[in-house]
C-alpha cells in the first residue's frame, strides 16, 4: 500500500512534497493509516481532530487518543470541540451537516491561520461508492455522480484509489491502533444502511465490483468535463449578456439536437428546478415566465431572458475613510493595529493602502467574483463559493460583501478576498470585525 500511494502521489500530487500538510484525523482506521503512510514517506505533517462531543464519553476518549498519539509519535496536532447538538438547532441543521460546517470551518480557519498548504482527508473508494448511492437515490444528474473529487482547492483527498479492505488489512500488518465510532454501527443514516446492506449485495453480485466503479466513474468524470465544454462552447453562439439580464436566441437554440440538456446546464446554477416548465416555454406565448427563489426566466418573442429577481434590500451601506463602527446592515468595527492577532471568520486584518474609500456594504450578486483567501491568486465565482459550502438559498440572501472599488474585500462572515490580504510590505494594517 505505501508504494501505491508513493507512486499515485508522484503522478498526481507531486506538487505536495515540501508543503505543509494538515491530516484531518479522527482517530478511526481510515485517517490513523494516512497519518502512518505519510509519517513514513517523510512529508511535513500535523494533525489535526474535531471533538462534536455527540457519543459523550466516547468523543472525549477518541479525543484522549488523538493526543496520546500526537504526543508519542512527535506530531503537532491541533484539538477543537463543537457544540454540534446546539449549533444544529440554531440554524436549523441535521445533525450531519452541522459538524461537516463546523468541521470545515474550522479546518479552514487553520489553514489561514496556522500557514498550513493543503487539507488532507482520507476518504477512500468505499467513501466514494456511498456517496455515488446517495446521490443517485435522490436524483442527480452527471456532476452527482462523479463522486469525491480527488483535489477539491485546498481539501486533497490522497486515499481515494484504496479500498475500506486494502486499509483495514494495512492497519492490521502494521499494528496501527484505532477507535472504532459506534455510530457506524447503526442504521440511522442513509449512509450506513447503504454500507451494511447495499454495497455488500454489489459486491456478491460482482466480485471486482470496487474495480469495475472505479472505471464507471472515470468515465462518468470524461463525460462531465466534455459536456461542460460543449456548454460553454453553445452558450458563447445563442446567449448575450446586455446589462444584467442574458438573453437566449431561441432560433439557434432549437436548431440543436438536444438542446434541452443545455438548458438544465444553464440553468441548475441559477436553482431553478422546473424543468418541465422550463422546456414549454420554449414554445410558450410571450410573457410567459418560470421562477426559482431568486431568477426570473422570461419568454419574450424569439428569446429567453433570464433575470434577477428585485431584491428586498438594494441598498449600498458606504463607509468612509476614519469611520470606527458601522451599525446598518450590520454591526462591524474598524479600527487600526499594530500587529495581527488570531482571525477568524467574523475577524480580518487588511492592507489599508489597498483600499480605495469609501468602502461599500451591499448583497453579493450572480456573477460576482473574488479571489479567495489561501487559493494563491485564483478567481472564484462567488455563487460557487456558496455552492462548495453547501449553503441554503436562505442563507445566500442573507450573505453580504464588502468592496472597495467594486472589488471585493470580503464575503462577510466567511471568507476574505487574498488581494487585500496583509504582506510583509504593508505599513497600515486595518482590522475589521463582525460583531
Given at each position: 500500500m505505501l508504494s501505491k500511494l508513493e507512486n499515485h502521489l508522484s503522478a498526481n500530487f507531486s506538487f505536495l512534497k515540501d508543503k505543509k500538510l494538515l491530516l484531518a484525523t479522527s482517530g478511526g482506521v481510515d485517517s490513523m493509516v494516512m497519518v502512518d503512510l505519510f509519517q513514513k514517506m517523510n512529508f511535513n505533517i500535523a494533525m489535526a481532530h474535531c471533538n462534536f462531543q455527540l457519543r459523550g464519553l466516547e468523543s472525549f476518549n477518541d479525543q484522549n487518543f488523538i493526543e496520546e498519539y500526537a504526543e508519542t509519535n512527535k506530531i503537532l496536532v491541533f484539538i477543537t470541540q463543537f457544540d454540534t447538538e446546539n449549533?444544529?438547532?440554531?440554524?436549523?441543521?441535521?445533525?450531519?451537516?452541522?459538524?461537516?460546517?463546523?468541521?470545515?470551518?474550522?479546518?479552514?480557519?487553520?489553514?489561514?491561520?496556522?500557514?498550513?498548504?493543503?487539507?488532507?482527508?482520507?476518504?477512500?473508494?468505499?467513501?466514494?461508492?456511498?456517496?455515488?448511492?446517495?446521490?443517485?437515490?435522490?436524483?442527480?444528474?452527471?456532476?452527482?455522480?462523479?463522486?469525491?473529487?480527488?483535489?477539491?482547492?485546498?481539501?486533497?483527498?490522497?486515499?481515494?484509489?484504496?479500498?475500506?479492505?486494502?486499509?483495514?488489512?494495512?492497519?492490521?500488518?502494521?499494528?496501527?491502533?484505532?477507535?472504532?465510532?459506534?455510530?457506524?454501527?447503526?442504521?440511522?443514516?442513509?449512509?450506513?444502511?447503504?454500507?451494511?446492506?447495499?454495497?455488500?449485495?454489489?459486491?456478491?453480485?460482482?466480485?471486482?465490483?470496487?474495480?469495475?466503479?472505479?472505471?464507471?466513474?472515470?468515465?462518468?468524470?470524461?463525460?462531465?468535463?466534455?459536456?461542460?465544454?460543449?456548454?460553454?462552447?453553445?452558450?458563447?453562439?445563442?446567449?448575450?449578456?446586455?446589462?444584467?439580464?442574458?438573453?437566449?436566441?431561441?432560433?439557434?437554440?432549437?436548431?440543436?439536437?438536444?438542446?434541452?440538456?443545455?438548458?438544465?446546464?444553464?440553468?441548475?446554477?441559477?436553482?431553478?428546478?422546473?424543468?418541465?416548465?422550463?422546456?414549454?416555454?420554449?414554445?410558450?406565448?410571450?410573457?410567459?415566465?418560470?421562477?426559482?427563489?431568486?431568477?426570473?426566466?422570461?419568454?419574450?418573442?424569439?428569446?429567453?431572458?433570464?433575470?434577477?429577481?428585485?431584491?428586498?434590500d438594494a441598498n449600498i451601506y458606504f463607509i468612509k475613510k476614519n469611520q470606527k463602527e458601522v451599525k446598518i446592515p450590520l454591526n462591524i468595527s474598524i479600527c487600526k493595529v499594530n500587529e495581527i492577532s488570531e482571525t477568524n471568520l467574523n475577524t480580518i486584518f487588511v492592507d489599508e493602502d489597498k483600499l480605495q474609500y469609501p468602502l461599500e456594504i451591499k448583497k453579493w450578486q450572480e456573477g460576482d467574483i473574488f479571489k479567495p483567501f489561501g487559493m494563491d491568486g485564483k478567481s472564484k465565482k462567488v455563487s460557487k463559493f456558496f455552492k462548495d459550502e453547501k449553503l441554503s438559498i436562505l442563507e445566500k440572501q442573507n450573505i453580504w460583501i464588502l468592496c472597495s472599488d467594486n472589488q471585493i474585500v470580503w464575503i462577510i462572515g466567511m471568507r476574505q478576498d487574498n488581494r487585500f490580504k496583509i504582506e510583509t510590505t504593508t505599513k497600515n494594517t486595518l482590522k475589521i470585525a463582525l460583531q
Amino acid at each position: 500500500m505505501l508504494s501505491k500511494l508513493e507512486n499515485h502521489l508522484s503522478a498526481n500530487f507531486s506538487f505536495l512534497k515540501d508543503k505543509k500538510l494538515l491530516l484531518a484525523t479522527s482517530g478511526g482506521v481510515d485517517s490513523m493509516v494516512m497519518v502512518d503512510l505519510f509519517q513514513k514517506m517523510n512529508f511535513n505533517i500535523a494533525m489535526a481532530h474535531c471533538n462534536f462531543q455527540l457519543r459523550g464519553l466516547e468523543s472525549f476518549n477518541d479525543q484522549n487518543f488523538i493526543e496520546e498519539y500526537a504526543e508519542t509519535n512527535k506530531i503537532l496536532v491541533f484539538i477543537t470541540q463543537f457544540d454540534t447538538e446546539n449549533f444544529a438547532k440554531d440554524y436549523k441543521l441535521s445533525t450531519q451537516v452541522a459538524a461537516r460546517t463546523l468541521r470545515y470551518d474550522w479546518f479552514y480557519e487553520l489553514l489561514e491561520t496556522k500557514k498550513y498548504d493543503y487539507l488532507l482527508t482520507a476518504h477512500h473508494l468505499d467513501d466514494n461508492v456511498e456517496t455515488f448511492l446517495i446521490n443517485l437515490t435522490r436524483g442527480t444528474g452527471l456532476d452527482g455522480l462523479t463522486g469525491i473529487p480527488e483535489r477539491n482547492e485546498k481539501i486533497i483527498r490522497p486515499l481515494l484509489i484504496f479500498s475500506r479492505n486494502e486499509i483495514e488489512d494495512y492497519a492490521k500488518e502494521n499494528n496501527i491502533k484505532w477507535r472504532e465510532d459506534s455510530s457506524n454501527i447503526s442504521d440511522k443514516y442513509l449512509r450506513n444502511k447503504i454500507r451494511h446492506h447495499i454495497v455488500p449485495i454489489l459486491k456478491e453480485l460482482n466480485s471486482n465490483f470496487l474495480n469495475s466503479f472505479q472505471k464507471t466513474q472515470n468515465y462518468l468524470q470524461e463525460a462531465q468535463n466534455m459536456a461542460e465544454d460543449a456548454s460553454i462552447m453553445i452558450y458563447q453562439q445563442v446567449a448575450k449578456e446586455i446589462g444584467n439580464e442574458i438573453h437566449f436566441d431561441l432560433k439557434k437554440l432549437k436548431q440543436l439536437p438536444n438542446y434541452k440538456s443545455y438548458l438544465y446546464q444553464w440553468f441548475s446554477e441559477y436553482h431553478f428546478s422546473a424543468w418541465q416548465d422550463i422546456y414549454d416555454l420554449i414554445d410558450a406565448q410571450t410573457g410567459k415566465q418560470v421562477l426559482s427563489n431568486d431568477f426570473v426566466l422570461l419568454k419574450n418573442r424569439n428569446f429567453l431572458i433570464l433575470s434577477e429577481k428585485n431584491k428586498l434590500d438594494a441598498n449600498i451601506y458606504f463607509i468612509k475613510k476614519n469611520q470606527k463602527e458601522v451599525k446598518i446592515p450590520l454591526n462591524i468595527s474598524i479600527c487600526k493595529v499594530n500587529e495581527i492577532s488570531e482571525t477568524n471568520l467574523n475577524t480580518i486584518f487588511v492592507d489599508e493602502d489597498k483600499l480605495q474609500y469609501p468602502l461599500e456594504i451591499k448583497k453579493w450578486q450572480e456573477g460576482d467574483i473574488f479571489k479567495p483567501f489561501g487559493m494563491d491568486g485564483k478567481s472564484k465565482k462567488v455563487s460557487k463559493f456558496f455552492k462548495d459550502e453547501k449553503l441554503s438559498i436562505l442563507e445566500k440572501q442573507n450573505i453580504w460583501i464588502l468592496c472597495s472599488d467594486n472589488q471585493i474585500v470580503w464575503i462577510i462572515g466567511m471568507r476574505q478576498d487574498n488581494r487585500f490580504k496583509i504582506e510583509t510590505t504593508t505599513k497600515n494594517t486595518l482590522k475589521i470585525a463582525l460583531q
